[in-house]
Nanobody, 124 residues
């Protein structure tokens, strides 16, 4: 069973920064892609950013382009989400996800494993 453990959430003022981390246990899991999704209060889960494990190709939601950066550390089996210029509308629970194949990184239903989530709250 693959486990994804997120960390780095918290409370920050608007305009501030946070970095989320997600460490994946390997065992027999061969990573194709990892991503961050979020669910804001009263809203549906939405894609935030994704990255393919081998090529490092990245994808971002329009709402976070230019502010958020996803990256990975292959040796540590960890994916990061650097969030800058945070806005109150970024407030949500952020979930890390991983899957074996590397296509359609924006689609939540294609992911095999999910973390428990970490709360990010941005105050105005």
């Amino acid at each position: 069973q693959v486990q994804l453990v997120e960390s780095g959430g918290g409370l920050v003022q608007a305009g501030g920064s946070l970095r989320l981390s997600c460490a994946a246990s390997r065992r027999t899991f061969s990573t194709g892609a990892m991503a961050w999704f979020r669910r804001a209060p009263g809203k549906e889960r939405e894609f935030v950013a994704g990255i393919t494990w081998r090529g490092g190709s990245t994808s971002y939601a329009d709402s976070v382009k230019g502010r958020f950066t996803i990256s990975r550390d292959n040796d540590k089996n960890t994916v990061y989400l650097q969030m800058n210029s945070l806005k109150p509308e970024d407030t949500a629970i952020y979930y890390c996800a991983a899957k074996r194949e590397s296509r359609t990184v924006t689609v939540a239903s294609t992911y095999d494993y999910w973390g428990q989530g970490t709360q990010v709250t941005v105050s105005s």
